[in-house]
């Protein structure tokens, strides 16, 4: 996540690009990434980088979120 104040100066994006490099070079692909389905931002870079959308689903507290699986 990112601090709220931080948003929209592509730290997520930075981040979810450091995270696909480490886990591709431990041998890691697909990688299962979930998020809130009112989360536009996380949607949005998730599906950028190929995200896959394999189902929505709902938490335990009923707030429904979203499973991708990025190559």
Known sequence: ?????FRRRD??????HDFLEIARAQGV???????RE?????ITITERYGGVLESIAVDDDGVPFRRYWVP
């Open 1 to 5: 996540g990112v601090v709220t104040k």
């Open 29 to 35: 692909s697909p990688v299962l990434l979930t998020g």
């Open 11 to 16: 730290y997520a994006t930075a981040i979810l």
């Open 38 to 42: 009112d989360n536009v931002g996380s």
